[in-house]
């Protein structure tokens, strides 16, 4: 039953996420996420903290709408109905990973001073290193701070398991279309009912849900 | 009551058409508030934190808060979007109860992971010294950011 794979899945990222605030709350000294994500998409060098993270959570709570109101109109049979709902949650879906990979983009190819052995780099956000440490007082760089390096294990968490989730966006985007091509082809109207809809539909909602908290792991607390 | 489209479906909703697209978009609605009001405290947590003497337990209340809220939308999008709602009592019970034992490892680990930082800091002044942000009395405010390519 879709239920308990939920569950199942539920339980992996819940150990992830765990395993997360351990690491965080150990350490004396974690990066601020309102430093660390406030970036838009084409307003350049503004600092806008939660701007585009709040767009990408609305993105995906329409789209587990669209998702309801695509399984809503299977129990009534009405396949026309099922194919626009479900087009627009794919387009949602879509629209999220575009947004992550942005953010991702801009993370990995960012270019901030960082302190190291009395030198200054210029580092991005990868697996290995960070540059969002402690400002290293009295040195700037063109007018802005520069840090020392940041926890390692930052990196590894944030791509990890929002790459992990973002995955799982990917898996439910392709079981949507999925889902869109066998209405199309009447599969649904022909079985009698269109229940496969419902579990898809729940399995896009879990997506949403396990967003909601990764949401507030990593950037409001 | 509405009878389902298919006669195989056994499931039958007990309201009509109108009354579940009023409760969906209720829902939608309630939960944009909550993220809404969960941006709002994220916000203010920044403005505390760049403004003279944070206050510690402020902040940490509004943590709180936050997490509440998520548990809050939680509730909503298991309950109404994925029906859980509609379900037997004891089918919902075989959720509910698991992920109450979830929340207790959730609590447990981060307690640990706290007291693991509360003890170390305690034996280990170097690591105290070394790692412990020092209280800024200029804001900390954010970088220019200046990226590879835009």
């Known amino acids: 039953m879709m239920w308990y794979f939920l569950m199942s899945?539920?339980?992996?990222?819940?150990?992830?996420?765990?395993?997360?605030?351990?690491i965080r709350f150990s350490q004396n000294f974690w990066p601020d996420p309102n430093v660390v994500f406030n970036a838009f998409p084409g307003l350049g060098h503004r600092n806008l903290p939660l701007a585009f993270v709040s767009v990408m959570t609305f993105i995906l709570i329409i789209s587990s709408v669209t998702m309801v109101l695509a399984v809503h109109a299977g129990h009534n049979g009405d396949k026309k109905g099922v194919m626009k709902w479900l087009a627009w949650t794919i387009v949602g879906g879509l629209a999220f990973l575009g947004c992550q990979?942005?953010?991702w983009y801009h993370l990995i190819t960012?270019?901030?001073?960082?302190?190291?052995d009395g030198k200054i780099e210029l580092w991005g956000q990868t697996m290995r290193h960070n540059?969002?440490?402690?400002?290293?007082?009295?040195i700037s760089h063109n007018g802005e701070h520069v840090r020392t390096p940041g926890p390692v294990a930052f990196g590894g968490y944030f791509f990890g398991i929002t790459g992990f989730h973002g995955f799982h966006v990917f898996s439910g985007v392709v079981i949507n279309i999925i889902m869109l091509i066998m209405t199309q082809k009447n599969v649904f109207q022909n079985r009698g009912h269109y229940l496969m809809i419902e579990k898809a539909g729940l399995y896009w909602h879990f997506v949403d849900l396990v967003w909601v908290f990764v949401f507030l792991c990593f950037y409001l607390i | 009551m509405q009878h389902p489209a298919f006669e195989e479906v056994s499931f039958?909703?007990?309201?009509d058409d109108e009354t579940f697209k009023k409760k969906v978009r209720k829902t939608t609605i309630?939960?944009?508030?909550?993220?809404?009001?969960?941006?709002a405290i994220g916000l203010s947590i920044y403005t505390i934190h760049k403004g003279e003497n944070p206050s510690h337990l402020l902040v940490l209340m509004f943590k709180g808060m936050v997490c509440i809220l998520t548990l809050a939308k939680a509730y909503?999008?298991?309950?109404?979007?994925?029906?859980?709602?509609?379900?037997?009592?004891?089918?919902i019970m075989t959720i509910v109860v698991p992920l109450l034992l979830f929340t207790w490892f959730i609590i447990a680990f981060i307690a640990d992971g706290n007291s693991y930082k509360n003890l170390r800091n305690t034996y280990d002044p170097h690591f105290k010294e070394t790692t412990m942000p020092k209280e800024h009395h200029t804001t900390e405010t954010p970088v220019e950011k200046k990226?590879?390519?835009?």
Request: hydrophobic share 50%; aromatic share 12%.
């Open chain 2, 147 to 150: 990226s590879g390519k835009e």
């Open chain 2, 76 to 91: 909503y999008i298991v309950s109404v979007f994925m029906h859980l709602g509609d379900e037997i009592r004891n089918m």
């Open chain 2, 30 to 39: 309630l939960l944009s508030v909550i993220t809404l009001i969960e941006l």
């Open chain 1, 110 to 116: 960012g270019e901030h001073a960082v302190l190291v």
């Open chain 1, 9 to 22: 899945d539920a339980f992996t990222f819940g150990a992830f996420l765990i395993s997360y605030g351990t």
């Open chain 1, 101 to 103: 990979a942005w953010e």
């Open chain 2, 12 to 15: 039958h909703h007990h309201t």
């Open chain 1, 131 to 138: 540059p969002w440490g402690a400002i290293a007082e009295g």
